[in-house]
């Protein structure tokens, strides 16, 4: 394959042409890529129709080396092409997910989301809506919503469904307000830790609250369900369980269960250890004194994913964040065992010799199932 031919002999005329001819190529490249994904979607149609799953990783495999091939006999660097087919790959498989993650096998329910202006409450709305359900919301912070706003949660005595997207903190009291309310059908609540509501679960549910909790583990930005986990507690009975498991079992989502206790220990290390590890991170820089700019001048691989991972991480809801450290009992813990790792890590450096560092490094490895890789400093 060879460029456009010109005729333009001017050095600098010579320049924008073949910056215009670029744009050119651009075009066509952006046409194809819709004609891929127009594809993509097709088959996500199709998978949906013959319940074949969403991706085959037989195929994906394919597809690459098809690429890397492709690349070689161009003369390109193999890795181009490898880089290519992972991003339309993913592109293809979001178009799918998108349309996997509206489909609902039951009956459409109604639905009230209470908190349905916060960022997961007009997730979950949009969720809900888009696989067909009727939905309406509760909420009096200000702000606009897409969706028929209710004064009270007296509307939600005879919905079908009430999703609570609230602040941890304040969830409780929004349950106990439920139960006033007596709602004939399934609450559930969606908080990132559970231990704090016991109490209060135990006391709706002898009432008759038919209250189901689970956790969708990602935010609100989240397009789509693919590689994402949704977990749900297992203390409701099956029936109310399976209620809000049905709203996902056709999603790309991966469902797991497990009891509150088992969830928070968990999240104690999923969300707890890894938030406050991040922070510790970002405080120690921040102490440093050294500035954001002159570290990404000689940053490498890892400085810069870890420096990516934190910058989201401090990005973030700081209530939330809070929560999640301040209601979780295994924080405690956690700190401590951060304090110990540091203590570890330290006094191995200081010794004359690299040998403890190095049997701490394999014990790492061996306990998180890692192998060594190249290129990572």
Not at 14 to 29: M, N, P
Not at 78 to 103: C, H, M, Y
Not at 255 to 282: I, K, Q
Request: aromatic share 4%; charged share 25%; glycine share 10%.
């Amino acid at each position: 394959m060879h460029a456009p031919r010109t005729h333009v002999t001017d050095p600098h005329a010579l320049l924008e042409q073949h910056r215009r001819d670029i744009e050119a190529l651009d075009r066509r490249i952006l046409h194809l890529v819709c004609e891929r994904l127009e594809l993509a979607r097709q088959i996500g149609d199709l998978k949906r129709e013959l319940a074949v799953p969403l991706r085959n990783f037989g195929v994906e495999s394919q597809v690459h080396r098809r690429f890397e091939d492709a690349s070689a006999l161009l003369g390109l660097d193999p890795s181009l092409g490898r880089d290519l087919a992972r991003f339309l790959i993913e592109k293809a498989v979001e178009e799918q997910a998108t349309l996997r993650d509206a489909v609902y096998a039951g009956n459409a329910l109604d639905t009230v989301v209470v908190g349905g202006k916060g960022g997961m409450g007009r997730w979950m709305a949009r969720f809900l809506a888009g696989q067909g359900h009727r939905v309406r919301v509760v909420d009096p912070a200000p702000g606009e919503t897409p969706f028929e706003e209710v004064g009270s949660l007296g509307a939600t005595a005879a919905a079908d469904l009430v999703m609570v997207a609230v602040p941890m903190s304040a969830c409780g009291g929004v349950l106990e307000e439920l139960a006033a309310a007596a709602p004939r059908g399934v609450v559930a609540e969606m908080c990132s830790l559970k231990g704090h509501l016991a109490r209060v679960l135990d006391g709706v549910r002898s009432r008759g609250v038919r209250v189901v909790s689970f956790h969708p583990m990602f935010g609100p930005a989240v397009r789509m369900l693919e590689g994402r986990t949704v977990a749900f507690c297992t203390d409701a009975p099956r029936a109310d369980l399976e209620v809000v498991q049905g709203l996902f079992a056709d999603t790309s989502a991966r469902l797991v269960e497990m009891d509150p206790a088992e969830h928070d220990r968990r999240m104690g290390l999923v969300l707890g250890l890894t938030h406050l590890a991040n922070l510790v991170f970002a405080r120690a820089v921040v102490r440093s004194g050294v500035g954001a700019a002159e570290l990404a001048e000689v940053a490498g691989v890892t400085f810069g994913r870890q420096m990516a991972t934190t910058r989201e991480v401090v990005a973030e809801n700081p209530s939330l964040y809070y929560e999640i450290q301040a209601l979780n009992g295994l924080t405690p813990d956690t700190g401590r065992w951060l304090r110990e790792a540091l203590d570890e890590w330290l006094g191995a450096v200081a010794t004359p010799d690299h040998h403890r560092f190095a049997e701490l490094m394999a014990s790492c490895r061996e306990a998180l199932g890692g192998h060594p890789v190249e290129g990572g400093r």
